[in-house]
């Protein structure tokens, strides 16, 4: 199935620059946002630098400015590209103007397809993972801050002609690939996300200073074992990441550690540049969506009885960022010197 009219919710980053090559490449493309001189910007010309240079207008709306009235059934496909504390407000918010056979696609940070799959079902629910990173310059202005691609999948395993069909589209913005194991990917990408981005912003550091940073890094290890030794309980059968099993970064000892360091260094030499979309946040007075990423693991955690210390302790000092009680630093990661002491 072609999709004529493609809806993306979240103008950010991910959304945003994946409208711009979806409009340059000749496709119907509407994207909302609820910030109104992000808006302005894009219908413009909305400029993305970095690894990708390009400028052009594409349709962007206001959310309340895309009315059932004006829109109803309009949406062949949503691409869903909203903070993860937003996911069920912004998506029950369009589902009027969205054909009621259209998927859904999760292009966030986080696990939220469970969200996603309670408000439509899981047969229109599609996780993607997405391992490229950009970031927000201002009004109408992204970064595209590394290159890759998106991999999706039918929610939880499995493949479907949705799927099938939404990677058709997909792979005209970037190059996408087909998962039947979906819900391994997203936990792989988990393991990322709650290190990088989690301890990243704890500590004021870009991915690259994580790696640079001892201290940082042990946190992260930590945090990705703690993650993965959660999901293996849960039973996920985590996917590769770059062709290796995650599993040969679990520290569990100071020999550990050194081989993990070196393989993320390695890993991630691409990566270096970009900056946490949590730490962004902070910077623009918003609310994170640590709930879903560190939070997220803690609550599956606590669901089987395991301890997720390295997790629970970050999800905690981000929170306590949100009120304003710390600043990301490098202070922060003080806190974890017992959580880590192992490492030696």
């Excluded at 998506?91 to 966030?108: C, F, G, R």
């Excluded at 229109?124 to 970031?135: H, K």
């Excluded at 929610?155 to 819900?183: C, H, M, Q, R, Y």
Aim: proline share 3%; glycine share 10%.
């Amino acid at each position: 199935m072609a999709y004529n009219n493609i809806l993306v919710v979240g103008g950010g980053a991910i959304g945003g620059i994946t409208t711009a090559i979806l409009t340059q490449k000749g496709e119907n493309v509407i994207v909302l946002d609820a910030d109104r001189e992000h808006v302005k910007g894009m219908n413009k010309g909305l400029e993305i630098t970095g690894f990708r240079e390009l400028t052009i207008p594409v349709k962007a709306m206001l959310p309340q400015e895309f009315t059932v009235r004006d829109f109803a059934g309009w949406a062949d496909i949503v691409l869903l590209a909203v903070k993860g504390l937003h996911t069920e407000r912004a998506l029950t918010s369009v589902l009027t103007s969205v054909s009621s056979s259209a998927p859904v696609v999760s292009m966030q940070n986080g696990i939220n397809e469970e969200t996603i799959a309670r408000i439509i079902g899981a047969a229109r629910t599609i996780a993607c993972s997405i391992l490229w990173g950009g970031t927000n310059k201002g009004p109408g202005q992204l970064i595209q801050t590394s290159e890759g691609g998106f991999i999706i999948g039918q929610w939880p395993t499995g493949k479907s002609k949705l799927v099938v069909d939404a990677a058709a589209l997909l792979s005209k913005a970037f190059p996408t690939e087909v998962s039947d194991n979906i819900i391994g990917d997203r936990w792989t990408k988990l393991l990322i996300t709650v290190s990088f981005t989690g301890v990243g912003t704890v500590a004021g550091l870009t991915y690259g200073g994580v790696i640079d940073n001892e201290l940082a890094r042990k946190v992260a290890l930590a945090v990705i074992t703690e993650t993965y030794e959660v999901g293996k309980a849960l039973g996920i059968n985590f996917a590769d990441l770059m062709g290796i099993s995650p599993s040969i970064v679990l520290v569990h000892n100071r020999a550990d550690f050194d081989n993990a360091s070196k393989l993320m260094e390695a890993g991630f030499a691409n990566s270096r540049a970009i900056k946490p979309s949590m730490w962004q946040d902070i910077e623009k007075g918003r609310k994170t969506e640590v709930d879903f990423v560190n939070g997220y693991v803690v609550k599956k955690g606590r669901e089987i009885g395991m301890k997720t210390n390295a997790n629970e302790l970050v999800t905690q000092i981000i929170k306590q960022i949100e009120e304003g009680e710390k600043a990301p630093g490098l202070d922060n990661l003080k806190a974890f010197e017992k959580i880590i002491a192992y490492i030696k």
